[in-house]
């Protein structure tokens, strides 16, 4: 005769509709806790599943300056605290992965670039640069800070367009605030960065577009003296 083992009932947790009940009635300050907490307990891509679209219907269609430096300044407080670092043990199996931490890390690095180019397109050049300046610092420095992990990590990873629209904008913001002298030191990093980018100097073809007779005049006496190598000066 055959034993028939007993099935364990597998815990099916809070029930839906019970929880529902009792949270209409609830108070707002607890259900804000509850949000937070059940947030706080996602991975990544359940967040973007759950509140990417409620934060992006709520979020300024032109973001406020004002706001947005101070929404950079926290971003690369946090990435920089190792907020968004989260390191694994790389094998022959896992190499090609890459934490949900460094994917989120990279969208909100391309959303506040987006940003960023909409307040400088608006006028606002002194904090277009300034928010340009941090997140530029922030991406050349991801793959030796501890701020976000993968077997290879670059630039390539965030998703914007380097050439079009956000160097230009970075540059036409640059040359709107700034002396010769300053523009010329601002500008020069922007273009070794977009030299490792793609080797092509599409930055530098552009930026003499965009700079006044004095600033690139400055500009070619800083590249010549300083001996920055570029493709199209070469």
Known sequence: MTTRRATRAIPSGPDRSQ?????????SGRLVELVLASFDAMHVAQRREVFDHYLKTRAPKHPDAAWLWKEIQAFDRSSRNGDYYAPFDINSKNFSEVPEETTEWCSRTAEL???????TRAGEHSVAVECFGVLLQLIQDMDND????????G??????????PWLPEYIKAISAVSTPDRFADLVIPILEFDQLQSNT?????????????????KLR??????????????
């Open 221 to 234: 006496s800083e590249i010549k003296r300083r001996q920055v190598r570029l493709a199209e000066n070469e």
């Open 19 to 27: 929880l529902a009940a009792h949270l209409k009635s609830e108070r």
């Open 146 to 153: 501890e701020i976000v992990f993968a077997d290879e990590i």
């Open 155 to 164: 630039s390539w990873m965030v998703p914007v367009s380097w050439n079009e």
């Open 113 to 119: 670039i987006e940003q960023t180019v909409a307040i």
């Open 201 to 217: 100097g599409k930055a530098y073809k552009s930026v003499y577009g965009i700079a006044s007779e004095n600033q690139a005049k």
